[in-house]
Nanobody, 118 residues
Framework: VQLQASGGGLVQTGGSLRLSCAVS????????MAWYRQTPGKQRELVAT???????YVQDSVKGRFTISRDSARYRVDLQMNSLKPEDTAVYYC?????????????WGQGTQVTVSS
């Protein structure tokens, strides 16, 4: 099982980016899907998460600016980021709990850099 993240880049303050993360490989079920971010010297923090039935949680610092969504038919989770600020600069990672039918595992994407210039 692999998670492949894409969509990062360089954007000016106030701009927008859309991150996508696709799950591939052999699996039985996907549970919650989430986006985390990490800056140098800091712990990875949860940005947003969405359950298998579409219930979403977004961290307070990005509420009203970021939206998480998932396409269960395509095994994909997206993060729409609007009104970006320099403090949103980080490496963003997608994450998901995935079952192979026998056991559950936690999987991470490779990370995609988001840089917001002031």
């Amino acid at each position: 099982v692999q998670l492949q993240a894409s969509g990062g880049g360089l954007v000016q303050t106030g701009g927008s980016l859309r991150l996508s993360c696709a799950v591939s490989g052999n699996f039985f079920m996907i549970a919650d899907m989430a986006w985390y971010r990490q800056t140098p010297g800091k712990q990875r923090e949860l940005v947003a998460t969405i359950t298998s039935d579409g219930r979403a949680y977004v961290q307070d610092s990005v509420k009203g600016r970021f939206t998480i969504s998932r396409d269960s038919a395509r095994y994909r989770v997206d993060l729409q980021m609007n009104s970006l600020k320099p403090e949103d600069t980080a490496v963003y990672y997608c994450n998901s709990g995935i079952s192979d039918g026998k056991s559950w595992g936690e999987y991470w994407g490779q990370g995609t850099q988001v840089t917001v210039s002031s």
